[in-house]
């Protein structure tokens, strides 16, 4: 199993990244997929989810703000992230939800900065 994460990068407050994950050795269309952050000194933590049917959910965090989406036939996941805060710098991965604790990837670190 293999995630290879992409898209992130250096953007002002208030701007946009979107994120992509792209699978490779597993069922993509048969897994729930989450997309997760690890900021500096902090815990990892669970930003959204998707289920394999595209139901959606969202830390209260971003909420409103954040979008997560799946392309079975690309075995891909997007994450789209508009009004970034400060906040939100971090290195972004996905994962299943629940995450398998084997097939973390490098991630994409975003950075929102002035």
């Known amino acids: 199993v293999q995630l290879v994460e992409s898209g992130g990068g250096l953007v002002q407050p208030g701007g946009s990244l979107r994120l992509s994950c792209t699978t490779y050795g597993i069922m993509f269309r048969l897994y729930a997929m989450g997309w997760y952050r690890q900021a500096p000194g902090k815990q990892r933590e669970l930003v959204a989810s998707?289920?394999?049917?595209?139901?959606?959910n969202y830390a209260d965090s971003v909420k409103g703000r954040f979008t997560i989406s799946r392309n079975d036939a690309k075995d891909t996941l997007y994450l789209q992230m508009n009004t970034l805060k400060p906040e939100d710098t971090a290195v972004y991965y996905c994962?299943?939800?629940?995450?398998?604790?084997?097939?973390w990837g490098q991630g994409t670190p975003a950075t929102v900065s002035s």
């Open positions: 994962n299943a939800n629940p995450p398998s604790r084997d097939s």
């Open positions: 998707i289920t394999s049917s595209g139901t959606t």
